[in-house]
């Protein structure tokens, strides 16, 4: 049956009120719509990341799911444990990695990789919000170039790693990317993710005020224009095949751009360099959308 | 006395215990001298001799990080490593005992690099000290066995809910072969029932966030918590000895483990096989008239202060030896028994770092330095905090030059 936006009203989802995030976070609006299509029976687990805080401090909590949270570099490994724990008890469970893009693309790469190869049954989810926001702004691998961050005060000047790709380069059931400014397929990706047996991994591109310095009703709107000027492409790999989920007729890059104070010092020039990239990566990906199998 | 007869190494003993203890998950990466603990895991779970889940990982902090997971959702847990990959495991290490689950290690000491050493020293398990695990060093292959199956029942106590590690010494037990009783499954399930977490785990029907955000206002009743549950280990640890004495008829020592101490002028304080050495030591020794005892200290953690204490007391002097070294102030041992008789007793502590990166340290060699503390004592000459041990002639002339 296929699901509706009023199916995903109906849940409950395990994102309580009263949390300790910033005004317009991506990540939480992220858990707020995969957590309503994972349901109750769910265990999350939590490198430390924003959502460490996000779930507010002891002794409250603002999720209502079995939460247990881990040090940086061990979400993909701990999440192994548990799922394996719970194949001895004979529990079906979902088990889901919820990390930022520190915990997954840079210090979670070596413990993700291997639950990956090792066909761990869980879903690992990055939400991306392309910095070390929780630290207070430092640059990341996910950190697109140009980007100002504390660490990067003239603006990055490397690429950002391709980090859905190299997930599914282990050759992983699923791999899917998605953005909160598309709620719609972001929750089909989930329930997909929920169907499937073995390792499955979701790309967030969840949008930070603070960090990306815009204002904050506008995470949504910066969430569609990421994917609307291909900065970010929707697209999900399944046993091996690329498939575009969204194709948006392009937007210039430029409306993405300016919205976000990350990247003001950003010239025309440099704006156009950046959508030379882009576009031939959209390319990139349409030509291996042609091939049966990419992996 | 049931079971069966067998000769086997430290690490087919420790790997025998797992199964007999019906660990659930198994997470390992191999590192020598301890990887045929996990080869011999791997053979039990494919054969079908053992139920479990083996995951294997791609490194070591993955190793604890999936035993924590594991031991989280419910399950007994067991990993083994030694050396770097302790060192690598450390942070998870505190997760795990901060996180309170009862999860079982094997450590087969070694000394840790650079250079590279495969060899035997305590120096991996002693930068684990303060983690909040439960340490117990060994120094037979039965007692390697025995030990790991009373030490799942007092972790998993309700006192007590923290995890340990059993500590064996690299190459000298863990390669080396010696007769080991195996007892039968039913006994040890009789001893042994299965894990069941009396505190938390991760259970959709009682949704709970475990180790989010604590203030400066919570965080510091949590870690008295966890002092307060390695205390009262040491009582919970006495007790386990006796039931499994009961059981199986075998007694290895609780905390410490004393060998002909009532009328010792001296004693001889030490770990693991060295106090094998120095058991053989004390017989020669008393065979040439000097009243000399052995106070084996099994659990490292807790530390057996009120044992050591009472040990010592009408005692002429003490000779503590240690496989590792605190840099500049002593042994791990040494500063430990000397924190247990300050206030207390006035008595003369020599300390001697000997035995490091596989160093090897005979039964003459603790003679040695019974007599050379003994010399020192009666001549009022103990003037430093420690003393070095079996360096070569030129490096000795060297310490002895040194000041401290």
């Known amino acids: 049956m296929p699901l509706t936006i009023y199916d995903l009203m109906k849940e409950k989802g395990s994102y309580l009120p009263g949390s300790a995030a910033c005004p317009g976070c991506g990540a939480t609006l992220a858990f707020r719509i995969a957590s309503r299509v994972l349901g109750p029976n769910t265990v999350y687990v939590v490198p430390a990341s924003c959502f460490s805080v996000i779930q507010s401090p002891f002794p409250k909590s603002a999720v209502g799911a079995p939460l247990y949270n881990i040090a940086f570099p061990a979400a993909a490994a701990t999440a192994s444990g548990v799922w394996r724990a719970f194949k001895t008890l004979n529990k079906e469970v979902n088990v889901v990695v919820w990390a930022g893009d520190g915990g997954t693309v840079d210090i979670g790469l070596q413990a993700l990789s291997g639950a990956a190869e090792r066909g761990e049954n869980i879903i690992y989810v990055c939400y991306d919000n392309e910095a070390y926001m929780n630290t207070g702004i430092q640059r990341s691998g996910a950190t697109p170039p140009y980007a100002l961050t504390k660490t990067t005060p003239t603006g990055k000047r490397e690429p950002s790693k391709d980090m859905p790709l190299i997930v599914a380069a282990h050759r992983v059931p699923y791999v899917a990317t998605a953005s909160v400014g598309y709620p719609f397929d972001l929750a089909k990706k989930f329930e997909k993710a929920k169907r499937i047996k073995g390792f499955k991994y979701i790309h967030i591109f969840s949008p930070c005020p603070p960090g990306w310095d815009y204002p904050v009703e506008k995470t949504a709107e910066i969430g569609k224009l990421a994917v609307d000027t291909y900065f970010w492409p929707l697209y999900e790999i399944e046993n091996g095949k690329l498939k575009i989920t969204l194709k948006p007729r392009r937007k210039p890059l430029k409306e993405f751009i300016r919205l976000q104070g990350r990247f003001r010092k950003m010239s025309d020039e440099e704006i156009a360099e950046l959508e030379k990239m882009v576009v031939e990566r959209w390319k990139f990906l349409e030509h291996l959308e042609k091939s049966e199998r990419i992996f | ?326 840099f500049s102030s002593g042994g791990p041992l040494g500063i430990e028994v000397k924190a247990s008789i300050y206030n207390q007793l006035d008595l003369p502590i020599v300390n001697f770092i000997t035995g490091l990166g596989g160093r090897d340290v005979t039964y003459q060699d603790v003679e040695q330095m019974v007599r050379e503390s003994m010399d020192r004592i009666l001549s009022d000459r103990v003037d430093r905090p420690y003393y070095w041990f079996k360096l070569k002639p030129e490096f000795e002339k060297a310490e002895i030059r040194e000041g401290y």
């Open chain 2, 1 to 326: 006395m049931g079971g069966t007869w067998e000769i086997i190494t430290g690490n087919h003993a420790a790997a025998i215990a797992a199964k007999l203890a019906r660990v659930k998950v198994v997470p390992a990466y191999p590192i020598t001298p301890q990887t045929t603990i996990v080869e011999y895991i791997a053979s039990f779970i494919e054969s079908g001799q053992m139920d479990a889940e083996y995951i294997r990982v791609e490194s070591e902090h993955s190793a604890m990080a999936a035993a924590i997971g594991a031991s989280a959702a419910g399950v007994r847990a067991f990993t083994a490593t030694a050396s770097q990959g302790l060192l690598l495991m450390h942070e998870v290490v505190h997760w795990a005992a901060g996180s309170r689950l009862p999860i079982g290690m094997a450590v087969v000491n070694r000394a840790v690099g650079p250079p590279w050493n495969i060899h035997v020293d305590h120096q991996d398990s002693m930068s684990q000290r303060d983690t909040g695990w439960l340490q117990m060093y060994v120094s037979s292959n039965q007692e390697v066995l025995d030990t790991i199956l009373m030490m799942f029942k007092v972790a998993e106590s309700p006192e007590v809910l923290l995890p340990f590690m059993v500590c064996l010494d690299g190459f000298v037990l863990s390669h080396t072969y010696m007769p080991v009783n195996i007892p039968d499954q039913e006994e040890v399930d009789e001893f042994l029932p299965p894990y069941k977490p009396p505190h938390w785990s991760l259970d959709p029907e009682n949704p709970i966030t475990f180790g989010n955000l604590a203030l400066p206002d919570e965080y510091q009743e949590m870690r008295w918590s966890m002092d307060m549950a390695m205390r009262r280990a040491h009582d919970v640890i006495e007790r386990v000895v006796e039931e499994f004495r009961e059981r199986f008829g075998r007694y290895h020592g609780g905390v410490v483990w004393e060998y002909k101490l009532e009328d010792a002028d001296y004693v001889v304080i030490a770990m693991g096989t060295l106090a094998s050495e120095a058991e053989v030591a004390v017989d020669e020794l008393r065979d040439r008239g000097v009243r000399v005892g052995l106070l084996k200290v099994r659990s490292f953690r807790p530390f057996p202060h009120k044992e050591v204490l009472k040990a010592l007391e009408d005692k002429r002097g003490a000779i503590v030896i240690d496989r590792s070294i605190a």
